[in-house]
């Protein structure tokens, strides 16, 4: 018999949970008589119940499993990749991820094991995970289409896209690759950004020039690895810090100088078409306002990124 799930936590979080479910209460039992206090003796207090997790919502399962799966990607530093002579993941979504589980596991009072999973990144964004894995912390940007089939938990960062073209190229501006061929990573904002699809609020978002062709491969990086095998590509659409990395580690690549193309909310996503979710996000969001708090996250991006990428612009 499996026993009822209960959160060991500070008070808080029965205040979060609370507020995140907003079901009708529960029903009230009926009324007993109270005890009886002994003459010169105060009436016992009645201690207030933990609250009770929900068995059948996001948390509850993670509680009964005792783990919790988050994909990342094996391929795309510095955010996520795998380090090959220590076969751990390490970069800044995945640092941010291990601190977030540890703290999930303050917060509830029992010891959450991660696992981590690679599924490819249109599967991500496409939802509907079956019950593969549990949580995204992947550089996830927050768009509308996205949020139709994800629930995204409060964003950990902040990013902003880049043009990059080859070393050799005469290339000194966007406005200079109408019609050109454009390399970028499948199902992104990237993507979305030279197809017209893009739906963000940013009033600063830069034109798409005029009949760009566009190649679309698994990855940004795959894109970057792509020219230095020597594939031609006129230019690549991808996040600044990713391009940034590239040059950093050699790659024939050189940023166009300029206003970034947009500027987006990143963030942890949960899928809605699994368990309720409305428990796990309370606790995540609290997660994520502690780490911007205490400066956990800006110390995670400046170990990875080399700069604040924490702060709302």
């Not at 959450?112 to 550089?139: N, Y």
């Not at 927050?142 to 896209?161: H, I, L, Q």
Request: aromatic share 6%; proline share 8%.
């Amino acid at each position: 018999m499996r026993k009822s799930l209960r959160v060991a936590a500070l008070a808080s979080i029965a205040v979060l949970l609370v507020t995140a479910c907003g079901s009708a209460a529960s029903p009230t039992p009926a009324p007993t008589a109270a005890p009886t206090a002994a003459p010169g003796s105060q009436a016992p207090a009645t201690a207030a119940p933990a609250p009770t997790v929900n068995p059948d919502s996001l948390l509850g399962k993670v509680l009964a499993a005792g783990t919790i799966r988050i994909s990342t990607d094996p391929n795309y530093a510095p955010f996520s990749f795998l380090n090959t002579a220590t076969g751990e993941y390490e970069g800044f979504d995945n640092a941010v991820a291990v601190e977030m589980v540890k703290r999930l596991s303050k917060e509830v009072g029992q010891d959450i094991e991660l696992k981590w999973e690679t599924p490819s990144w249109d599967l991500l964004t496409a939802g509907s995970w079956g019950g593969r894995w549990e949580m995204s912390v992947g550089s996830m940007s927050v768009t509308k289409t996205r949020a139709k089939v994800v629930d995204f938990v409060d964003p950990y960062f902040f990013d902003y896209g880049s043009i990059a073209v080859p070393t050799d190229s005469p290339v000194q501006a966007l406005s200079e690759l109408a019609g050109k061929t454009f390399c970028v990573g499948a199902a992104t904002t990237y993507e979305q950004w030279l197809n017209g699809t893009l739906e963000i609020v940013d009033p600063n978002m830069l034109p798409v020039p005029a009949g760009v062709q566009v190649t679309s491969l698994p990855t940004d990086n795959e894109c970057v690895q792509a020219i230095m095998a020597g594939r031609t590509f006129d230019a690549l659409a991808a996040n600044d810090n990713s391009l940034a990395n590239a040059v950093r580690e050699g790659a024939k690549i050189r940023i166009l100088d300029g206003p970034p193309t947009f500027t987006i909310s990143v963030a942890a996503a949960l899928d809605k078409s699994g368990p309720p979710t409305a428990e796990m996000l309370a606790v995540l969001n609290k997660i994520t306002a502690d780490m911007h708090a205490d400066g956990t996250l800006t110390a995670i991006s400046m170990q990875w990124l080399g700069k604040d990428v924490t702060q709302q612009p």
